[in-house]
C-alpha cells in the first residue's frame, strides 16, 4: 500500500503562484506514475499533471499548460506540483494519486488541499 499527503494549498489572489507537495510512503517502489488532479464545486475531478515515478513528466491538462509545472524530489519521494500565474478558475481541492503501471487506474488518494484564488 501507497499513502499520500498533500500539502501546499492556500488563499492566493489571481497572478500568484503556489507550490503544492504530495508526499509518498510505503510500498513506493510499487509506483509506476504519480497524477495531480483537481475538483471545483459542482464540477468533476479532473486531470492536472503528471510524472513518471522515475521522473519524466507525463503531460499537463490544457488549462494549465505553460502555466503549472511538476517535479519529484528522489530522496523524499515527494512530488511538486509548481503553479505560476493562478486564475481564479484554479481554485479547487487538489489531489494526488498513484498508479502501479501504465494501464491501471490510479488510486491511494491523498486527503487533498484546497486551492483557493480570489480575482
Known amino acids: 500500500q501507497v499513502q499520500l499527503v498533500e500539502s501546499g494549498g492556500g488563499l492566493v489572489q489571481a497572478g500568484d503562484s503556489l507550490r503544492l507537495s504530495c508526499a509518498a510512503s510505503?510500498?513506493?517502489?510499487?509506483?509506476?506514475?504519480l497524477g495531480w488532479f483537481r475538483q471545483a464545486p459542482g464540477k468533476e475531478r479532473e486531470f492536472v499533471a503528471g510524472?513518471?515515478?522515475?521522473?519524466?513528466?507525463?503531460g499537463f491538462a490544457d488549462s494549465v499548460k505553460g502555466r503549472f509545472t511538476i517535479s519529484k524530489d528522489n530522496a523524499k519521494n515527494t512530488v511538486h506540483l509548481q503553479m505560476n500565474g493562478l486564475k481564479p478558475e484554479d481554485t479547487a481541492i487538489y489531489y494526488c494519486?498513484?498508479?502501479?503501471?501504465?494501464?491501471?487506474?490510479?488510486?491511494?488518494w491523498g486527503q487533498g488541499t484546497q486551492v483557493t484564488v480570489s480575482s
Open positions: 494519486a498513484v498508479k502501479a503501471n501504465a494501464g491501471g487506474d490510479f488510486g491511494s
Open positions: 510524472i513518471l515515478w522515475v521522473g519524466r513528466t507525463l
Open positions: 510505503g510500498r513506493t517502489i510499487s509506483i509506476y506514475a
